[in-house]
């Protein structure tokens, strides 16, 4: 069966601090793969999606950026983190085309002070 | 423009009672796929469902069940007799090939008490 992880869980980081959240996922080949952000009491915004190792998709302009180095791991990042950044970031697969259901990972929350 | 609208933002019912979360759609693409989510406070999405768009039957899981009506844009969600374990946020979502992507509403806050 399909499992994905994400790391760490819970981040606090101070603003101007570069960030790395990791999510990678097992049991599948060539997966869809997303980032959202969830603000507080807020639905999911899609902040990227990839298709493919080192293909990146950007849906929002941002200081965050997305990585796709291995098939099944994708790599969010910034180089120096805003108060704005703060949410819960997770990370989702799915299998080819956009209409198939999407399967989400435990979630990072993040905090930038 | 994709639209998803979740116009309950909170509902407390008694364990034991049924319970109806709305969802209004829009968009005028004839092929699309509508979604309901789970968000336990845990935090993670959990899947329940996908319809498309050509297939109005309603559907039925356990206590759940799904009444999809293309003539109103609706994709209701009822939970019959609610338990403390179903307390949640719940978001409906669509995807059609316009968008290239999952419009998510607002969710409703689903609270069941003892």
């Known amino acids: 069966s399909q499992t994905i992880h994400q790391w760490p869980a819970t981040l606090v980081q101070p603003v101007g601090s570069p960030l790395s959240l990791e999510c990678t996922v097992e049991g599948t080949s060539n997966p869809n793969l997303y980032w959202y952000r969830q603000a507080a009491g807020r639905g999911l915004q899609l902040l990227f999606y990839?298709?493919?190792?080192?293909?990146i998709s950007s849906e929002v302009p941002q200081n965050l950026s997305a990585s796709r180095p291995q098939d099944r791991q994708f790599i969010l990042s910034s180089k120096k983190l805003l108060l704005s950044d703060s949410g819960f970031y997770l990370c989702?697969?799915?299998?080819?085309?956009?209409?198939?259901?999407?399967?989400f990972g435990p979630g990072t929350r993040l905090t930038v002070l | 423009a994709q639209k998803v609208t979740q116009a309950q933002t909170e509902i407390s019912v008694v364990e034991k009672e049924d319970v109806t979360l709305d969802c209004v759609y829009e968009t005028r693409d004839t092929t699309y796929y509508l979604f309901w989510y789970k968000q336990p406070p845990s935090g993670e999405l959990v899947f329940l469902i996908r319809r498309n768009s050509f297939d109005e039957q309603n559907e039925i899981s356990g206590r759940y069940s799904w009444n999809f009506q293309k003539s109103t844009s609706s994709f209701n969600f009822t939970i019959t007799a609610s338990q403390v374990v179903d307390s949640a946020v719940y978001f409906c979502?669509?995807?059609?090939?316009?968008?290239?992507?999952?419009?998510f509403g607002t969710g409703t806050r689903l609270q069941v008490m003892l």
């Open positions: 979502v669509l995807y059609t090939g316009t968008a290239s992507k999952l419009t």
């Open positions: 989702a697969w799915s299998g080819d085309g956009g209409y198939n259901e999407q399967f």
């Open positions: 990839s298709v493919g190792i080192g293909q």
